[in-house]
């Protein structure tokens, strides 16, 4: 399957010479006596990084193959991270390089976005917010509820997240897993 | 039922608006001061110029205009030597940052002149503009400066622009594709910003309706302005010679079907007053563009309140 350069926009995911990409940034741009073409800046979606690349109106453009899943975490063995497919129980194996930092917001059953290229998984999406509970900081100062001093805590694993003098070992908090800082205090049973 | 307030959207206009009213006038003060006659000629037509990559949008049995160049040169041919039109032009397909299907070219033309004396018009135009409507000729679009001034122009040679910027050289070994891909990558992108840029002489394929150069007929008299990188206006001295140009028409027919686009028919009445025309320069100049950039807006967007699509 291939696109031609008018499928182009914002969002869409080519492949150049096996590599996936998805499209940032998207300009017509034509000549006065020129043809039309699209000036795009392409994100390498295994890489992370960004490029310039125009495109003619005649250019054909691949189409990568690119599926997506919903995966529940289930559990890690070293650093590879099992996921399971609720409904075909299917395990699949991705490694921490994959993840990133992400890997520190998973929770047992959290169900993630597993989008895969040619059948490997390139990238995990978690919900936007995670409840993770905090295992170790200093403990917080009594009555203090400044939200904007924020002292080191650390999760069960191991990430340490700013956090808010008043917030004790124990404490539940929420968690933005896009930028991987505290939210909010969770009261959990 | 609800009707859609866009009042206050067009509210938000009132200050391009009142710019695009001004500049009207500055232009027709500037032409008619140097004793130009202003025209209106057709915009549904049964021919446009064929060009390779202009395609036209078709009303009943003809087409809307691209350009009104053909009827203005054929008033040219009738014997009027000076001659500006503010001509609403439509291209189909043209959607973008600087680009809309609809917009307004600025022509003129003057008999027994060629390319340089329209740049030495257009140089006195945008320092005018520039004084009239900003008050100044220093000024700055989206950030960074800009001047108008006229001792600021430069020019540079296209081959030669292609040669530091592309390393190859388009009027010896003309690559159609190439020549696109590597203007808008590397080229457009190396040119001054602060300063009105001259691209001046292009490879002859690309010459359309300009007259190859007399002693280097690999290179045709046409040059295309550039202010803060975005293209503005293409200047010509004029191709008068019918045979060539009937043959250059019948080429862009035939590069348009290799393209997978309809030819379109050639208008015989101004191939017929082609013979007659006098020697002669011309220039259309987007106006909505320049519009953008005295209003310093980053995209078509800021100057057109009714944008369509």
Request: aromatic residues 10%.
């Amino acid at each position: 399957m291939a696109y031609t350069a008018s499928d182009l926009r914002k969002g869409l995911k080519i492949e150049i010479e096996g590599i996936p990409y998805e499209v940032t940034e998207f300009q017509f741009v034509k000549p006065g006596k020129g043809q039309a073409m699209y000036k795009c800046r392409i994100k390498n979606m295994l890489a992370g990084n960004t490029m310039e690349r125009t495109f003619r109106a005649v250019d054909k453009i691949d189409q990568p193959n690119i599926e997506s899943k919903t995966l529940a975490y289930s559990y890690q063995e070293g650093d590879t991270y099992i996921f399971m497919d609720n409904k075909t129980y299917e395990q699949v194996e991705i490694h921490q390089d994959v993840l990133g930092d992400q890997r520190f917001f998973l929770l047992e059953d959290l169900e993630c976005e597993v989008l895969f290229h040619n059948g490997r998984a390139m990238t995990v999406t978690l919900p936007a917010f995670v409840v993770k509970e905090i295992v170790e900081t200093e403990p917080g100062a009594r009555g203090d509820t400044a939200t904007n001093v924020l002292k080191p805590a650390k999760i069960d694993t191991g990430y340490e997240v700013g956090v808010p003098i008043f917030i004790n070992q124990g404490d539940f908090i929420r968690i933005d897993t896009r930028t991987g800082k505290y939210v909010e205090r969770v009261k959990q049973g | 039922m609800k009707i859609p307030a866009d009042s206050d959207a067009l509210g938000g206009f009132r200050r391009v608006l009142d710019l695009r009213a001004r500049l009207n006038d500055a232009i027709r003060r500037f032409f008619r001061e140097r004793d130009f006659l202003e025209v209106d000629t057709p915009v549904l037509l049964p021919a446009n110029a064929p060009e390779t990559n202009i395609d036209a949008l078709s009303a009943g049995t003809g087409w809307l205009r691209t350009s009104p160049e053909l009827h203005m040169k054929r008033l040219l041919a009738a014997g009027f030597e000076r001659l500006f039109q503010l001509a609403p032009c439509f291209r189909d397909g043209e959607h973008g940052r600087w680009h809309h299907p609809e917009f307004v070219l600025l022509e003129w033309y003057r008999a027994h002149a060629g390319y340089l004396e329209i740049l030495a018009d257009t140089k006195a135009l945008l320092s005018f503009l520039a004084q009239e409507l900003l008050g100044r000729t220093d000024s700055s679009w989206q950030g960074r400066p800009l001047s108008f001034a006229q001792e600021l122009w430069e020019k540079h040679a296209v081959s030669s622009a292609f040669i530091e910027h592309a390393g190859w050289d388009p009027a010896r070994t003309f690559d159609p594709d190439r020549f696109d891909l590597d203007l808008v990558t590397r080229v457009e992108p190396a040119l001054p910003t602060d300063r009105p840029v001259v691209l001046i002489d292009y490879p002859a394929p690309l010459a359309a309706l300009a007259r190859r150069k007399p002693a280097d007929p690999a290179r045709a008299e046409r040059w295309e302005l550039y202010l803060g990188g975005v293209e503005i206006a293409n200047a010509y001295s004029e191709l008068t010679d019918p045979a060539e140009q009937r043959a250059r028409f019948e080429q862009a027919n035939t590069l348009r079907q290799q393209r997978g686009a309809a030819p379109y028919p050639l208008d015989e009445a101004f191939l017929a007053a082609l013979s007659g025309m006098p020697p002669a320069g011309g220039i259309a100049l987007g106006v909505d563009r320049l519009l953008m950039i005295l209003a310093d807006t980053d995209s078509l967007d800021g100057v057109l309140p009714f944008r369509n699509g």
